[in-house]
């Protein structure tokens, strides 16, 4: 079945970077643009930006640009999310969202990372 | 940038008809998908482009737009359709959620 598995919980110091990872099955990794989205404690979604599978091409939302760099590993299946210069507000499940064929639509979420900053 | 407000919950009767609006500036020309979000659970998407629902997605599930505001109705409420719901938009190259209603089902 059509499945994301991310990687696990981390605890980060802040001024540190997290990677997280996401790993597709099931589908054509090369095939639809993976999305990140995070929710911290109690709030609601808040996206983060996309990369092309195929190409490597990224897009970042304003508020991450020059702290977020996402990649991908076609050999894998793999994509990922590296976070710098976390603090405390960067405390959240990240999530990792396939979109759905022809529309901007996630229909594939990953189970979440929980990201933890604190000194 | 572009906003979407939705209420902060909605509570219905036990298989009453709920409907959650999202309000946007010209929102009828978007596309809108809805998702449910339980606790600890990742969000699930039970509507996209306005009014189609995903495999596995009950036929009590609908959604609709126009103007303003987009709607999702839930009829014959049940209890495990509590959740928060969001709606969603992609606008001059980004992804726009609302902030999220919770719904209660009484």
């Known amino acids: 079945q059509v499945q994301l598995v991310q990687s696990g919980a981390e605890v980060k110091k802040p001024g540190a970077s997290v990677k997280v990872s996401c790993k597709a099955s099931?589908?054509?990794?090369?095939?639809?643009?993976m999305h990140w989205v995070r929710q911290a404690p109690g709030q609601g979604l808040e996206w983060m930006g996309w990369?092309?599978?195929?190409?490597?091409?990224?897009d970042y939302g304003q508020k991450f640009r020059g702290r977020v760099t996402m990649t991908r590993d076609t050999s894998i299946n793999t994509a990922y999310m590296e976070l710098t210069s976390l603090r405390s507000e960067d405390t959240a499940v990240y999530y990792c969202?396939?979109?759905?064929?022809?529309?901007?639509?996630?229909?594939?979420w990953g189970q979440g990372t929980m990201v933890t900053v604190s000194a | 940038s572009y906003e979407l407000t939705q209420p902060l919950s909605v509570s219905v009767a036990l298989g009453q008809t709920a409907r959650i609006t999202c309000g946007g500036n010209?929102?009828?020309?978007?596309?809108v998908h809805w998702y449910q979000q339980k606790p600890g659970q990742a969000p699930v998407l039970v509507i996209y482009?306005?009014?189609y629902r995903p495999s596995g997605i009950p036929e009590r599930f609908s959604g609709s737009a126009s103007g303003n505001t987009a709607t999702l109705t839930i009829s014959t409420a049940q209890a495990g359709d509590e959740a928060v719901f969001y709606c969603?938009?992609?606008?001059?190259?980004?992804?726009?959620f609302g902030g999220g209603t919770k719904l209660t089902v009484l």
């Open positions: 969202a396939k979109v759905i064929a022809g529309s901007v639509a996630f229909d594939i």
């Open positions: 099931g589908y054509t990794f090369t095939g639809f643009f």
């Open positions: 990369v092309n599978p195929n190409s490597g091409d990224t």
């Open positions: 010209n929102i009828g020309s978007k596309s």
């Open positions: 482009r306005d009014i």
């Open positions: 969603q938009v992609w606008d001059s190259s980004t992804v726009v």
